[in-house]
């Protein structure tokens, strides 16, 4: 897909968040809206996986750690072709599959049930490096939210994966700058993850993760260097002018006037909605 396309397909899965929170009557909307940018890249452009054979044993593995934006997560899956589109319509509803936080038991495709912040990094540190141990040549990308980055397991994950060189590894940070209790600046202490995720032995750098361009030539660096981890810090926003950078939207439920600002704004569809 050229970049204008990937454009204009992130506008699409985010109406289709909108949607899905509004019809879901679930908040953490700008969780979901704010990595959108960078799933697109990931899964339209970069990613080897295979939505007709979604336990591929050379697929790269995906993990969303921050499991509370997973409405971008099971956009992208089902305008991917991993579950069928209508299922969108049911999220966060009884006895759904697409629950508000990612369950693997009931969505066989994800890797991980996630959703307690911290563990994501970890567990796909594990699996690469069982990966390596067979022979395989499958990558691992873990996509953290700013504010996850505050639990020390997230560190002593990369701890592990630096001395073991594991270079087919990449961690990108969805740096939307606010957490659920305020803005990550404040908390976290005016401190730069770029270099924080350098001082524990990875290659880094920070871009601005709404950018489509930019995104994708960072993929196209990766590994940044030989025997080291790579970590993006992706300086993201909500891409809906009056979500950007508002700290209520981390939990709000958008209202029917919402819904509709934001998709004029948007001028997109809801994927499943369509019709």
Known sequence: MTVPELEQKARQIRAT?????????????????????VLVALYYSWLRVYPDQPQHPERDRFVLSKGHGCTSLYAVLADRGFFPKALLKTYNQEGSPLSS?????????????????????????????????????????????????????????????AARKLDHLLIVVDYNGIQAVGRSDEIMGQSSLEE???????????????????????????????????????????????????????YRKPSEEDLRRALAELRARPIGWED
């Open 17 to 37: 968040c909108l949607q899905m929170a509004f019809s879901g009557k679930e908040g953490h909307l700008s969780s979901a809206l704010s990595a959108v940018d």
């Open 101 to 161: 936080h990612p369950c693997r038991h009931a969505l066989s495709v994800l890797e991980i049930s996630s959703g307690s912040l911290g563990h994501g990094l970890g567990v796909a540190t594990g699996m690469l490096y069982g990966l390596r141990l067979r022979g395989s040549q499958a990558r691992a990308v873990v996509l953290l939210g700013d504010g996850e980055c505050n639990e020390g397991s997230v560190w002593e994950a990369v701890m592990f994966a």
């Open 196 to 250: 924080k995720f350098r001082s524990f032995g990875c290659s880094a750098r920070t871009i601005d993760g709404s950018d489509m361009t930019g995104i994708l030539a960072a993929l196209d660096r990766f590994p940044f260097e030989t025997g080291k981890p790579s970590a993006i810090v992706a300086k993201t926003r909500a891409g809906v002018s009056f979500m950007d950078h508002e700290i209520l939207w981390h």
